[in-house]
């Protein structure tokens, strides 16, 4: 398997295991499992970090579908190499730093991370384009 290809496997199951996150403050506000394995009919008052890795998710699985498209477009039409490699490693690991501070609520860092990963897109362009 490629690089490219395994970093957006990583990349798809780090957005499989970020509801995990937010999971635990919404057990820790309702008191127990009884929210998680109910009809959940009452919204809940969760902790701000937990808002914010929920927003993270979201952010991650907006993002998913156009790198994920870069990366399978560069691997079918025999265009990926090193640059995607590199775009596609900066993307995974930006994302990963970006649920860790977005979680944590720091907000400078956010946004520069999730540049970091935007970047890495753009190189997986340019391979394209090479």
């Known amino acids: 398997m490629s ?10 199951i780090l957005a499989m295991t970020i509801p995990t996150i937010y999971l ?8 127990g499992m009884q929210w998680a394995l109910g009809n959940r009919e009452t919204s809940l008052e969760v902790p701000a970090w ?3 890795a929920q927003r993270a998710h979201v952010n991650l699985t907006e993002n998913l579908a156009p790198f994920a498209a870069l990366v399978i477009v560069a691997h079918l039409t025999g265009t990926a190499g090193s640059l995607s490699a590199l775009g596609a490693t900066l993307f995974f690991w930006a994302r990963v730093a970006h649920v860790l501070v ?10 520069a991370v999730f540049f970091v990963g935007a970047f890495g897109e753009i190189l997986i362009l340019v391979q394209l384009f090479r």
């Open 3 to 12: 690089t490219d290809l395994f970093m957006l496997v990583c990349t798809a």
């Open 24 to 31: 635990v403050g919404r057990i820790q506000t309702s008191g």
């Open 102 to 111: 977005y979680t944590a609520g720091l907000i400078g860092v956010r946004t």
């Open 50 to 52: 937990a808002e914010r």
